[in-house]
């Protein structure tokens, strides 16, 4: 398999810490999202992803793109360790809370929105991100155990820990989301939670290597 992958992508993040979950090695290819004016707007990589964005993976013969459908792919043909619960009130719980990550709060305060934004990005992002927490915690309170569905890893959890880090990246007061913020420290200790770290990446810039 080959990733193409982006440090500080929050989507990339999350297949990484499922291609180490599920113990799948892999090539990563860097495509820096800011350099030359953001290497996924080449044509080359836009022949790949028409969305022209990251993660992008090369697997089995296909190339799939969303982070989300490539979870679940690889949950599809790599069932072990199960990310998704067999329980079918569980499982849709688990969907239910990486949507409300991966479409209800990262799409609205990612790269593309904040450039538009301009000078006031910062309070921008800090709103989208608090106001999908309030709902985030207050749904964690009636489904987490020691992770976000109970006491086992899931997609769910492959959400949540990017979408902290960029709420600590633009200084959001973590203070009124304990449920949150108690799994992302349990998370953050997981062995494939540390090697897919934003901190560690190829591609990470010295000064923010760990």
């Known amino acids: 398999p080959i990733l193409y992958s982006y440090f500080r ?7 990484r810490i499922a291609l180490a979950m599920k113990g799948i090695p892999y ?9 030359d004016g ?11 992803n028409p969305m022209q964005q990251v993660p992008t993976l090369k ?64 309070e921008w992002a800090q709103n989208c991100i608090a ?21 086992e890893v899931s997609m769910a959890d492959l959400c949540l820990v990017p979408q902290v880090y960029n709420a600590e990246r633009f200084k959001v007061d973590m203070a ?8 992302n420290k349990a998370l953050l200790e997981l062995e494939a939670f540390k090697v897919s770290h934003p901190s560690r990446q190829p591609d990470t810039p010295a000064e923010l290597r760990a």
């Open 176 to 183: 009124p989301y304990p449920t949150i913020t108690r799994i």
């Open 27 to 35: 090539d990563l290819v860097p495509v820096n999202l800011i350099k």
């Open 131 to 151: 106001s999908g927490f309030q709902a985030l915690e207050q749904t964690l309170q009636h489904t987490a155990g020691r992770y976000c569905m109970g006491d």
């Open 9 to 15: 992508s929050s989507c990339s993040w999350r297949v």
């Open 38 to 48: 953001g290497q996924q707007f080449s044509a080359e990589f836009k022949a790949m």
């Open 59 to 122: 697997i089995d013969g296909i190339t799939l793109s969303q982070s989300l459908a490539i979870i679940h792919y690889l949950e599809d043909t790599r069932p072990n360790p199960k990310l998704l619960p067999q329980d079918p009130k569980k499982r849709a719980q688990v969907r239910m809370i990486a949507d409300l990550i991966a479409s209800g709060i990262q799409p609205i305060q990612n790269l593309g929105i904040l450039k538009q934004i301009g000078e006031k990005k910062t």
